[in-house]
T-cell receptor, first 113, second 111 residues
């Protein structure tokens, strides 16, 4: 069974631009979560989607948004990029909401210049 | 507030020795799951071990075991017979209404 895939793996943007990251969960998994990882901060929860609905949201500004499609694939969008948005963005999928094990993708490394 | 605290930012251990990583958490929920995840330098996060809060028996997975103290809200990870491949960031996590992760412990296994 294929693992969680994320595209692109690396991205360089400039301040003020917007970016869209994509995540394909493991087949059969309906929950997709997004995290921002920065040195010293660990993993900060962005949001979780289940059956195309956002079920949980972390403490991030409205510039961070996401969506989930009927095939469970998910996208995350960040508008008006700031230097502080530079981070590794991880996607994780699981069978159900916030229970059991999450399976992580390799991440997208976003650099904002 | 639900939080996870890993008080050891960095640790090192000699190859073949045993090391224990600490984790404490805070939650008002009675039923939840606890996890240790490993993130090697290649960055792919993988599950090391899982513990259901309602189970009193500590989970074990080969060289990895946990010491789960529910009343103290403590969930430490013991790695026995450390190997070079154990070098990684280790994250403690638990599920409430969402996953909560600690800030991680960077473990280096010294040959």
């Amino acid at each position: 069974k294929a693992g969680v895939t994320q595209t692109p793996r690396y991205l360089i943007k400039t301040r003020g631009q917007q970016v869209t990251l994509s995540c394909s969960p493991i087949s059969g998994h309906r929950s997709v979560s997004w995290y921002q990882q920065t040195p010293g901060q660990g993993l900060q929860f962005l949001f979780e989607y289940f059956s195309e609905t956002q079920r949980n949201k972390g403490n991030f500004p409205g510039r961070f948004s996401g969506r989930q499609f009927s095939n469970s694939r998910s996208e995350m969008n960040v508008s008006t990029l700031e230097l502080g948005d530079s981070a590794l963005y991880l996607c994780a999928s699981s069978l159900a909401l916030a229970v059991g094990e999450q399976f992580f993708g390799p991440g997208t490394r976003l650099t904002v210049l | 507030a639900q939080t996870v605290t890993q008080s050891q930012p960095e640790m090192s251990v000699q190859e073949a020795e045993t090391v224990t990583l600490s984790c404490t958490y805070d939650t008002s929920e009675s039923n939840y799951y606890l996890f240790w995840y490993k993130q090697p330098p290649s960055r792919q996060m993988i599950l090391v071990i899982r513990q259901e809060a309602y189970k009193q028996q500590n989970a074990t997975e080969n060289r990895f075991s946990v010491n789960f103290q529910k009343a103290a809200k403590s969930f430490s990870l013991k790695i026995s017979d450390s190997q070079l491949g154990d070098t990684a960031m280790y994250f403690c996590a638990f599920t409430g209404n969402q996953f909560y992760f600690g800030t991680g412990t960077s473990l280096t296994v010294i040959p």
